[in-house]
């Protein structure tokens, strides 16, 4: 069974960037999209993007469209994030997940924090 | 986008009792819905595709059930394990957009 093991927490300053990893295990990175959902502190689910491994194709959400990117290394088995122009509300909980046969997110990483602050 | 909405905020049961939880969409989303569980400092876990498809292990408790626009998530019997945040998930249109959640809490 495909684990998501994720990389560790960041802390980072108001208008850099973060790029967070999501490595499959036991698996295979390439069947199905891999998206990213973060959750601020208190807050509720937020997807953020997709990308399918195998053809490279990526789509964003909207909100995240000019300071997102999102990559895969079909090498590795490694998914990632990068989000540019940090800012405070990009505090967050950042989950990537295994977009299973499109239907639903069935396996998912154990997320990784990243705080932004002065 | 579409937005979901999910109904109520806040559930307060016991355990044994049923819990029907309600998630409204913008606009017609088909049969494109999933259901996920969510406990503090875990990671989602996925309960339902497809409106009414029960994921892998997720116990014959868990139902969903609607189309279109309106969906409804039913546990039959709360185990004290099923207190948690319950969120709705539209795969109809991009963006994915999840629903704000409801709580079941214990009463």
């Known amino acids: 069974q495909v684990q998501l093991v994720q990389s560790g927490a960041e802390v980072k300053k108001p208008g850099s960037s973060v790029k967070v990893s999501c490595k499959a295990s036991?698996?295979?990175?390439?069947?199905?999209?891999i998206s990213w959902v973060r959750q601020a502190p208190g807050q509720g689910l937020e997807w953020m993007g997709e990308i399918m491994p195998t053809f490279g194709t990526v789509k964003y959400a909207e909100k995240f469209q000019d300071r997102v990117t999102i990559t895969a290394d079909e090498s590795t088995s490694t998914a990632y994030l990068e989000l540019s122009s940090l800012r405070s509300e990009d505090t967050a909980l950042y989950f990537c997940g295994r977009n299973w046969n499109y239907v639903g997110m069935d396996v998912w990483g154990q997320g990784t924090t990243v705080i932004v602050s002065s | 986008e579409i937005v979901l909405t999910q109904s109520p905020v806040t559930l307060s049961l016991s355990p044994g009792e049923r819990a029907t939880l309600s998630c409204r969409a913008s606009q017609s989303v088909g049969s494109y819905l999933a259901w996920y569980q969510q406990k503090p400092g875990q990671a989602p876990r996925l309960l339902i595709y497809d409106a009414s498809n029960r994921a892998t292990g997720i116990p014959a408790r868990f139902s969903g059930s609607g189309s279109g626009t309106d969906f409804t998530l039913t546990i039959s019997s709360l185990e004290p394990e099923d207190f948690a945040i319950y969120y709705c998930?539209?795969?109809?249109?991009?963006?994915?957009?999840f629903g704000p959640g409801t709580k079941v809490d214990i009463k």
């Open positions: 998930q539209q795969r109809s249109n991009w963006p994915l957009t």
């Open positions: 036991g698996g295979s990175l390439s069947t199905y999209p």
